[in-house]
């Protein structure tokens, strides 16, 4: 069993920047992809990225070429970069490991973070 807890979130401005991260605890996270997944109120769950275990990166074509993700396997961290926020961000961010990256199938992650709240708003 993995548990996962996000920080980073908060209330920034539009064309802002926020740093999201993701601490795993329990079992090992080898062969695991980390994602990140967001949900908006009244809104479905929204693949934003996925890191797989050759650091291949994917993600949302609402987020690419604004949003980074990256990870540190040594302390068992992955981390998500956000630059040029826009009010369309908001949302609670989930971090999730699975065995495969699919950010339109958020069934197929096997662990999930609490969420954390990201506000953008002027």
């Known amino acids: 069993h993995v548990q996962l807890v996000e920080s980073g979130g908060g209330l920034v401005q539009p064309g802002g920047s926020l740093r999201l991260s993701c601490a795993a605890s329990g079992d090992t996270l080898d062969g695991y992809v980390m994602s990140w997944f967001r949900q908006a109120p009244g809104k479905e769950r929204e693949g934003v990225s996925c890191?797989?275990?050759?650091?291949?990166?994917f993600y949302g074509d609402s987020v690419k070429g604004r949003f980074t993700t990256s990870r540190d396997n040594a302390k068992r961290t992955f981390h998500l970069q956000m630059n040029n926020l826009k009010p369309e961000d908001t949302a609670v961010y989930y971090c999730?490991?699975?065995?495969?990256?699919?950010?339109?199938?958020?069934?197929?992650?096997?662990?999930w973070g609490q969420g954390t709240q990201v506000t953008v708003s002027s």
């Open positions: 999730a490991v699975g065995l495969f990256c699919g950010l339109r199938s958020p069934s197929g992650y096997d662990f």
């Open positions: 890191i797989g275990t050759y650091d291949d990166k």
